[in-house]
């Protein structure tokens, strides 16, 4: 087999989109897995939809999700440069072969003459109208003006593109890893625009140019591309590199989570969820969106999702990491339907990786985000609360959300359990815990069951018609993470002391 090189080439006009992470994700697991090359190349030569700090944005972007390249625009490598507006030179050159050896032409029509025989067709055959084998001698090109008045019109400076030249009828193969065999006749491709009057090659040239200087033995890309690939494979042939041409591998679409239709920013904005990886303000409307990373998600959880939208092992795990994505990644088992993005699993994965975490390293988010409250807390404590909170949160704010009433003791109370559950019965076990849990010096959890137990078996009152009752006192709140460990953390003095507020506040029934 060939060394695998292989390409994430976003263009940089906006952010990077979650399926373009994807995208890239599965160049990366390609290249590991074969010991292969991975690259990034900024295809930057549509100069119009050129965004700032878009190329940084999809940096950063890999970069925290942990995709490493081994080579790109800022890394160098053999092929460089890796960005295609710095390699404008090399790609005349290729255009200006396939002129020489009959497969591409000069073409003159101005935007007028282009409508025009739009419009003709229109009219005549009702058909999408293109320039291609049927209508290219009708218009002005190379190929229907003299030799002569081609120089000249050049010489002068005269603005034209360079297309190629599509055979009439012919079909075109490619092998998909993906798809299996794709043939397209190549009446259904047009004269596609190689170079334009910018002298700036199109994405079509340039990234079979580069995808041929560069060695890349895999082009792995988004469905979207499926169409444009015949015209590669053309083009590849009529430079005469058909035998290197690369491996295609085009990706099933990423779906609405219902399934129906391709996801769109709009859809994730609607449903409440990122699309984006990494926050990202639009340079035109300034308008932040919230990316997967500044909502909570985890690098680690997120590649784990994103592998297995389209991908699967074949197996029944469902947890994987990145080492083990690398070993047990195959093109092979990639599908072709479209891939439901289902941000329920993408919360649950985010949860399984959370719980994997120590307390400890718990702790750490949750004593990032007391400090941005000002709240003091020491780490032993913390891991404390990062310990009974684990099962319950989806994010690592969760806990400072989940947990704010460990550190602020409740002014109001969940009105219902206070209307349900505060009675006498209550009253008189509270009373009593209040008044024991006092004079305790280290209120283990155990310590606080067997108190609570004692209490209620002394004033014959089940434990389970108070529960509700206590946790509202000691809380606020009717949920919550279990009661005990709960009072161990909060420590004797500020249990009797809620517990104390809580019978003033709500009186003694
Ligand atoms: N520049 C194209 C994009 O933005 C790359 C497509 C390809 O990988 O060939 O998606």
Redesign the pocket.
């Known amino acids: 087999m060939r060394e695998v090189r292989v390409r994430f080439?976003?263009?940089p006009t906006g952010a990077l989109h979650i399926g373009g992470v994807r995208t890239a994700l599965y160049n990366f697991l390609l290249a590991r897995k074969h010991q292969g090359k991975m690259i990034l190349r900024i295809?930057d030569t549509d100069q119009n939809r050129y965004v700032l700090g878009a190329e940084e944005y999809i940096k950063e972007a890999l970069s925290w999700v942990g995709i490493e390249l081994d080579e790109g625009p800022d890394i160098g490598g053999p092929y460089a440069p890796y960005r295609q507006s710095e390699r404008k030179t090399i790609y005349s050159e290729y255009a200006k072969r396939l002129i020489e050896n009959g497969h591409a032409y000069y073409a003159f029509d101005n935007t007028e003459e282009l409508e025009a025989m739009r419009n003709r067709l229109k009219e005549k055959k009702g058909a999408n109208p293109q320039y291609d084998s049927t209508t290219r001698m009708e218009m002005k090109n190379s190929l229907t003006l003299s030799k002569e008045e081609v120089d000249k019109r050049i010489k002068a400076g005269d603005h034209f593109v360079i297309r190629l030249k599509v055979p009439a009828s012919e079909e075109v193969e490619l092998n998909d890893l993906i798809r299996g065999k794709v043939v397209v006749h190549s009446s259904q491709i047009d004269d596609k625009v190689l170079m334009k009057s910018d002298g700036m090659p199109t994405?079509h040239l340039a990234?079979v140019v580069d995808d041929y200087l560069m060695k890349i033995s895999h082009?792995i890309?988004?469905e979207e591309?499926l169409p444009s690939a015949p015209l590669h494979v053309l083009t590849y042939r009529y430079l005469g590199w058909e035998k290197e041409m690369p491996a295609f591998a085009h990706l099933p679409l990423l779906l609405k989570p219902d399934g129906n239709g391709k996801l769109s920013k709009r859809d994730a904005d609607q449903m409440g969820f990122p699309i984006f990886p990494l926050n990202w303000t639009d340079p035109k409307t300034n308008e932040l969106a919230e990316g997967f990373k500044e909502r909570g998600y985890l690098p680690e959880a997120l590649i784990n999702f994103l592998a297995f939208l389209g991908w699967n092992p074949g197996t029944e795990q469902e947890l994987f990491s990145v080492e083990e994505l690398i070993s047990a990644f195959e093109l092979e088992r990639i599908g072709k339907a479209g891939a439901k993005f289902d941000i329920q699993k993408a919360k649950w994965y985010n949860q399984q990786y959370l719980r994997a975490k120590t307390d400890e390293e718990l702790a750490r988010y949750l004593l990032h985000d007391l400090k941005e409250l000002g709240i003091v807390c020491d780490k032993e404590k913390a891991a404390s609360i990062a310990n009974a909170l684990r099962e319950r949160i989806t994010f690592p704010s969760d806990m400072i959300e989940l947990g704010r009433f460990f550190f602020i003791a409740p002014e109001t109370f969940d009105e219902k359990i206070a209307a349900k559950k505060w009675n006498d019965e209550a009253v008189a076990v509270i009373s009593s815990l209040k008044d024991e849990i006092a004079i305790i010096e280290n209120l283990t959890a155990e310590a606080a069951a067997s108190i609570l137990e004692q209490v209620t078996a002394r004033l014959a009152i089940p434990q389970g018609k108070i529960m509700q009752a206590l946790r509202m006192a000691l809380t606020g709140g009717a949920s919550g993470p279990d009661l005990m460990i709960t009072m161990a953390i909060l420590g004797n003095h500020e249990v009797s002391t809620r517990l104390d507020y809580a019978l003033k506040t709500l009186g003694r029934k």
């Open positions: 080439a976003p263009s295809e994405y990234n082009v890309r988004g591309w």
